[in-house]
């Protein structure tokens, strides 16, 4: 049996509250390395091109609050 499906398996037998502490968890996980590579990106100048057009769109009136 491969790692993976035995992991399934144990989850498979958790009870409600086990599974959402794992999923809770694995979503804090999830999140955190997002975080890290957002920051990442950020620091790398990779997000500069999103930030200079939504910029460009705000002066040029083509925004509107939400």
């Not at 086990?18 to 890290?36: G, H, I, M, P, T």
Request: hydrophobic share 40%; proline share 0%.
């Amino acid at each position: 049996m491969r790692k993976v499906e035995h992991i399934e398996q144990q989850i498979s037998e958790l009870t409600r509250d086990e599974f959402a502490e794992l999923r809770n968890w694995v979503l804090e996980r999830d999140w955190s390395a997002w975080d890290v590579q957002i920051k990442i990106d950020s620091q790398g100048g990779k997000l500069d091109k999103h930030l200079d057009a939504a910029l460009a769109d705000f002066k040029s009136g083509r925004t509107r609050e939400m």
